[in-house]
């Protein structure tokens, strides 16, 4: 069964560094997502991306995100100067449509010390 | 904006029973909606989908209910196994975007 991948399954970051989590998308799915789960909480949208731009995103998606299809393949999320706050398990999602279910990547889980 | 929740944090069956685990949703725009299950460590995987033209829909020992007056999804799951134990997340969606409630943790005893 196709899946999402994601890499790193786990990265550590001092507080101010960048960082740049990468996702493979399904190769035919059209529409990509970012979300982050903060440990015990609910999972919450960050950004939908599609046809090279960004086509939502959310109040937590401020000027310090970024993301990129850098090629045909890669979808990444960049965070700019990490903050202790942004500890989280982040998730990249893609699907075939906008009403399609998501199919979710294992995450990375980010912490920042 | 919108909001999306679970009426019970935790919910615990014995194994072989039906579990019925509920949701509310806010945004009437909310024209699809997801059923999501997670496993400790793992992204949140697809179970059941339904769109707002219709109120119920089957799948594998599963079952979407969507009642658009009252606003509110359930997800039913027959003959409760201990591989069904997770937590269990509905999600509202409007142009894109999923908007995901606090889930529900399914413990099943055997």
């Known amino acids: 069964e196709p899946e999402v991948t994601q890499t790193p399954s786990h990265q550590v970051t001092q507080m101010g560094q960048e960082v740049i989590l990468r996702c493979v998308p399904i190769?035919?799915?059209?529409?990509f997502y970012w979300y982050r789960q903060i440990l015990g909480q609910k999972v919450e949208f960050l950004v939908s991306f599609y046809n090279n731009e960004i086509s939502e995103k959310s109040e937590i998606f401020d000027d310090q995100f970024s993301v990129e299809r850098p090629d045909g393949s890669n979808f990444t999320l960049k965070i700019r100067s990490t903050k202790l706050e942004d500890s989280a398990m982040y998730f990249c999602?893609?699907?075939?449509?906008?009403?399609?279910?998501?199919?979710f990547g294992s995450g990375t889980r980010l912490t920042v010390v | 904006g919108e909001s999306v929740g679970l009426h019970l944090p935790t919910l615990s069956v014995q194994e072989g029973d039906n579990s019925i685990i509920n949701c509310a949703y806010s945004?009437?725009?909310?024209?699809?909606f997801i059923w999501y299950k997670q496993e400790s460590g793992k992204g949140p995987q697809f179970i059941i989908d339904i769109r707002s033209n219709m109120d119920k829909r089957q799948g594998q020992r599963v079952t979407v209910l969507l009642n658009k007056t009252v606003k509110h999804l359930s997800l039913q799951i027959a003959a409760t196994q201990p591989g069904d134990s997770a937590v269990y997340f509905c999600?509202?969606?409007?142009?894109?975007?999923?908007?995901f409630g606090d889930g529900t943790t399914l413990t099943v005893k055997p």
């Open positions: 190769s035919n799915h059209l529409y």
């Open positions: 999600a509202g969606s409007n142009a894109g975007k999923s908007t």
């Open positions: 945004n009437s725009a909310s024209d699809y």
């Open positions: 999602a893609s699907s075939e449509a906008t009403e399609d279910g998501y199919t």
